[in-house]
């Protein structure tokens, strides 16, 4: 099987005055179609970094990254890689629908678009707050709401930045509940960064990162820095 990212010895580094940073050590790894992987690591270790590259927000300083399923790195958004990031990012001024339509006004005309929206909210038992501000809602329908934006465009990638960093342990497992069953029904691909092991422990597959270096897999063997 082909996966949808391939890294090989990835690495990237920041100028900070006189000074690099090094961010992420020569790291490779393969995502395959409806994996489910947690990328453990304390704050800092890099995990960001590596979400950053593997969807293609930002290119490694060396090494390699392509996506043998998913095609070139400028076309990834929106449709085939989606990121749910740690605060939920919702624009204030537009209702939760226009939020979760927003990305897909790329890909279809308006009507469409809001139809697919409207699915979505629908299919996360989120329909209710359709006409609700980002300001109308708690922590935890807030980052739901985000999760619908992502998975809304039928994603074969999702990359969840510590979605449940902000969040209760209920509220996080429950947010968790949406994730899973969402890529298990669709066969997406989920890695979510997190620091917390309850998190890491609902995934069959564990990476972990320290100081900028994917050091080990718990779960299973595969090809790490």
């Not at 209760?168 to 092991?197: C, F, K, N, R």
Request: aromatic fraction near 4%.
């Amino acid at each position: 099987m082909m996966p949808l990212v391939s890294a090989r010895d990835v690495s990237r580094r920041y100028e900070q005055g006189e000074s690099d940073i090094h961010a992420l050590e020569t790291a490779s790894c393969d995502i395959f179609p409806g994996e489910q992987i947690a990328l453990m690591g304390r704050s800092g270790s890099g995990k960001s970094t590596l979400l950053h590259l593997l969807g293609g927000l930002d290119v490694p300083a060396s090494g390699t990254i392509l996506w043998p399923l998913l095609g070139e790195r400028d076309g990834l958004r929106p449709g085939k890689v989606a990121y749910v990031f740690q605060m939920p990012s919702l624009i204030p001024s537009l209702t939760v629908l226009e939020n979760v339509a927003l990305p897909l006004l790329l890909q279809h005309d308006s009507v469409k678009a809001k139809q697919q929206a409207t699915a979505t909210l629908e299919q996360l038992e989120l329909a209710s707050l359709a006409e609700k501000l980002p300001e109308e809602l708690s922590g935890g329908q807030a980052q739901r709401v985000a999760v619908a934006r992502a998975l809304a465009a039928n994603p074969k990638l999702i990359l969840a930045d510590e979605p449940t960093g902000q969040l209760d342990q209920t509220t996080a497992q429950h947010l968790l509940e949406v994730l899973l069953s969402s890529v298990a029904e669709s066969g997406a691909a989920l890695v979510i960064a997190t620091h917390d092991p309850l998190v890491a422990a609902r995934f069959p597959k564990q990476w972990s990162m320290t100081h900028g270096r994917l050091e080990r897999e718990v779960g299973h063997v595969s090809a790490l820095a």
